[in-house]
Each structure stands twice: as structure tokens, then as C-alpha cells.
């Protein structure tokens, strides 16, 4: 059993700012072993890391993350200090440093984050096994796995993990990535024996991490990467 993967959600959520630069260091001096963040496509087709569709809730600013430009996205603050990165922006701090799991969180994002992925691995030295692209979208993962088949997909669920299975299978995904309250030792072990990796999301308490740690899942996703 290879050593389980420890990944910082949104960065180190849990101490500062989600899906900010200082978030991903932070989660990266914290010793994980990856980072996890979210991407959607800005108005003007760039990739930037943001969870929700609208910037209301992280930033001083109001809006639907698709409709604005780059600039506007890039003039506004995060919790008092920081900016939204691009996702090139997290891609040069995690290089040669840590694994990353991209989560296409907005739609239309599976053809530029292909080819961003691809430029990536052609040009910049990473390789297809330094990262995943996980989504909880169906149509996302479908036209990613078209467009490139190096590119390794994680199936987000909530909802069920035989679902996600059976996705995973259509897909040819690498991972599962279900919430852990739908883990039990026994699915862990099948989608395992099927081969498939087990990254689950997202575990705060002590209790829980050490639980989930006993069915010897892949990877644990978390705010507090210290519980880990
Ligand atoms: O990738 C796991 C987790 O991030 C999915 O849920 O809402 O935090 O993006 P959410
Ligand atoms: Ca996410």
C-alpha cells in the first residue's frame, strides 16, 4: 500500500484565506504532500482559482465569476490581502513542490484546463502524474477524457460512490474522490481492487481522519493539514 497522499483543501483553509497563493504555501509548510483548489473560466478565458461562481462571498467585490475580466477579477481583494490566483500563478508555487488536484468547479472549463494541463507537461517539465483533474460535473469530465487521455480524472461525489465507479469506468478515471461519510472499509477495498485510487474530502475532525485512515483510502483531503 503506497503512503497516503495529505492534501491541503483550498490550500490550508483552515488557517488562511481558501484558494489564495498564501493558502497554498501555507498548506505547503504545513508538509502535505498535495494541494486541491478550484478552477473556473473568467469572462475574458482566462483560468482562475476561485470556489464559487460568484466572487461574493470571498471578496469586496460582487459578481458572477464568468462575466468578469481578468483585470476586474485581479482588482479585488480576498480577506483584506490577497488576490485570486490564476491557475498558472499556483501551478509555478506547486511546481516541483507538490501534487495538485484540480477541481473543475465552473463550466466550460474542461477544454482550456486540457490544454493548459498539456502545455504544462510540453513545456514546463511537469509530468501527468504530478497532478489530477477531478469534477463533480458529468459533462466536464466526459469532454476532458475526450480531448486527452493522459490527462487523470478524479469523480467527485456526494452523492454515491457505486455512481461514481461506474463513472470512473466510462471516464477511464484514475481516482474516485468521494465525501468520506460515504466510505466504508468494504467500497474503500472494491474500488481499489478495480484500480482505482480513493481520495476523499473533506475531513476536519481527529476522529474521523483516523477512522477513514483505517480503510486505507489514497488520499485525504482537509482544511487543517496539521490533523494529518
Ligand atoms: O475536492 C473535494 C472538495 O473540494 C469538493 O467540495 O465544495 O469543497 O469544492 P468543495
Ligand atoms: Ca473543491
Partial sequence: MAALLKIG???????????????????????????????????????????????????????EVNKMTLAELK??????????????????LCKGRCFVNIEMKGRHTAQPVSIF????????????????VSSFQREELLIMNEINKNIPL?????????????????????????????????????????GLKVHTWTINDKEDIERIKGYNVDGIITDFPELL
Fill in 9 to 63: 483543501h483550498r490550500g490550508a483553509k483552515g488557517h488562511v484565506a481558501e484558494n489564495t497563493l498564501a493558502s497554498f504555501e501555507k498548506a505547503l509548510e504545513m508538509g502535505v504532500d498535495g494541494i486541491e483548489l478550484d478552477v473556473h473560466v473568467c469572462a475574458t478565458g482566462e483560468l482562475v482559482v476561485i470556489h464559487d461562481f460568484t466572487v461574493d462571498r470571498t471578496t469586496n467585490g460582487t459578481g
Fill in 75 to 92: 482588482h479585488l481583494v480576498v480577506d483584506g490581502h490577497y488576490e485570486i490566483p490564476l491557475l498558472s500563478e499556483v501551478m509555478t
Fill in 117 to 132: 494541463m498539456e502545455h504544462l507537461v510540453n513545456e514546463e517539465g511537469w509530468s501527468y502524474d504530478d497532478f489530477i
Fill in 154 to 194: 478524479g469523480v467527485l461525489t456526494q452523492a454515491s460512490v457505486t455512481q461514481a465507479w461506474e463513472w470512473a469506468q466510462e471516464f477511464s478515471a484514475k481516482a474516485i474522490h468521494p465525501h468520506y461519510s460515504l466510505l466504508t472499509e468494504s467500497n474503500v477495498k472494491k474500488a481499489q481492487q478495480a
